[in-house]
């Protein structure tokens, strides 16, 4: 008999087992369900957090640098207060960096302050309110839904007028087109000039929607006289950021008139923090869940091993006529290990199907979705857990001698 026909045949007479016996099949697939679900659900997760995040660090920019007075991360309370202590970057440091640089396609100083913003009988309350420049347009990644940004002019004139996020323009204007029209933001009147597409909120935080953008000159003449300005540095290609980076250090220690020996009174930010602090925390949950994949997949394999081993001892007698009229050691192999597998792949099935059911649940407040990728680790994982504990029983009914199986009663 051909290898294949061999495969057949372990398969019909696996699956007769299995039938013969359904009340233990099923529970022994309990702890193999318990993994694959876990494993499941796991790398969904996963995926899902990695998209959400990728999704909502994407306005900072790849290619962005981000120069002020203290680092995004700190790691004590000491480094902390020492960054309180810098020197602030002013405009006109921001100024003298754009004119130094060679490497930079855009230089964006911003400042920003909270007020209560007012149309008419309407307001919103807590809007953030950014002072910049029309560079500021192309330093960031967000699209413009009616109107237009800051001009030159209007950036070096410090003209009134303002752009508005989506949540500003929703919550004062509901019908009407704020296009024109003149907004009160905190004690001084802006013309709305352009307003952002929705953005939604960054790592849940704070509203990229709930903002307001003035001219930077406007914003120190009305809010903030000497802000402590971020300024927003676009490398010319995404190749050169560690040269742009660099050139923006070496150019804001002459700025700041830094001695070589001294350390830097300013920091360089940049979207790659964000992304080690979420991999190194990703690193933690999956190795955390892989423990429990692992855990679990180990205690079903357990009792698979233990229940083929009593499938073996009780099927003696069968294997002892099988290998009297000729059958291989390989066949009596495959047979067993073919049941074995089984029993897992319909746990992995009924696994998947929980885990689907649940995503479904977990999607309205995660977005999840289970990829063919994930479904083949699965049925991967659950076939590899049955060939695993079902080798040893399988190996001892195809070693067995067939006079002493015949002389089982």
């Known amino acids: 008999m051909t290898l294949f026909g061999e495969f057949k045949e372990g398969l019909g007479i696996s699956w007769s087992a299995i039938r013969a016996n359904k009340m233990r099949s099923v529970l022994t697939t309990l702890g193999i369900v318990i993994g694959v679900v876990t494993v499941t659900l796991m790398g969904t997760a996963i995926a899902g957090l990695n998209a959400a995040f990728l999704k909502n660090i994407s306005f900072i920019g790849a290619d962005v640098l981000y120069v002020s007075r203290q680092n995004w991360f700190v790691n004590s309370h000491e480094e902390w207060a020492k960054m309180q202590k810098r020197p602030r970057i002013t405009l006109d440091q921001a100024t003298a960096l754009a004119k130094r640089l060679t490497l930079a396609r855009a230089v964006a100083p911003e400042a920003d302050t909270g007020r209560a913003v007012k149309y008419g009988k309407r307001q919103s309350n807590n809007v953030r309110v950014v002072g910049t420049t029309d560079q500021f347009y192309y330093t960031t990644s967000f699209e413009l839904a009616q109107g237009r940004f800051i001009s030159p002019a209007e950036s070096d004139g410090g003209r009134p007028v303002c752009v508005i996020g989506w949540q500003v323009a929703t919550n004062l204007f509901r019908l009407e087109s704020p296009i024109g029209k003149e907004i009160r933001v905190g004690g001084s009147d802006f013309e709305v000039i352009g307003v952002m597409a929705q953005q939604g909120r960054f790592l849940g935080l704070f509203s990229l929607d709930n903002q307001v953008i003035v001219p930077l000159k406007q914003f120190m003449a009305e809010f903030w006289s000497n802000p402590d300005c971020v300024i927003q540095v676009k490398a010319r290609d995404l190749q050169q950021l560690a040269e742009t980076k660099e050139e923006v250090r070496s150019a804001m220690r002459v700025i700041r008139h830094l001695a070589p020996t001294d350390p830097d009174d300013f920091a360089i930010n940049q979207q790659d923090e964000f992304l080690r602090i979420f991999h190194r925390l990703g690193g933690t949950i999956a190795a955390v869940g892989l423990f429990i994949t692992g855990l679990s997949l180990f205690v079903g394999g357990i009792g698979i091993m233990n229940i083929m081993f009593v499938s073996v001892a009780e099927r ?89 199986a015949l002389r089982n009663e």
């Open 316 to 404: 003696t007698r069968e294997i002892g006529i099988r290998k009297a009229i000729g059958a291989k050691r390989r066949t009596i192999l495959l047979q067993f290990l073919i049941e074995a597998a089984s029993i897992c792949l319909i746990g992995g099935a009924i696994a998947l199907g929980l885990a689907r059911a649940l995503m479904l649940i977990v999607h309205k407040y995660v977005p999840v979705s289970m990829s063919l990728t994930v479904v083949s680790i699965a049925i991967g994982v659950s076939l590899l857990t049955g060939v695993l504990s079902g080798f040893f029983p399988a190996w001892r009914a195809a070693r067995m001698n067939p006079v002493d």
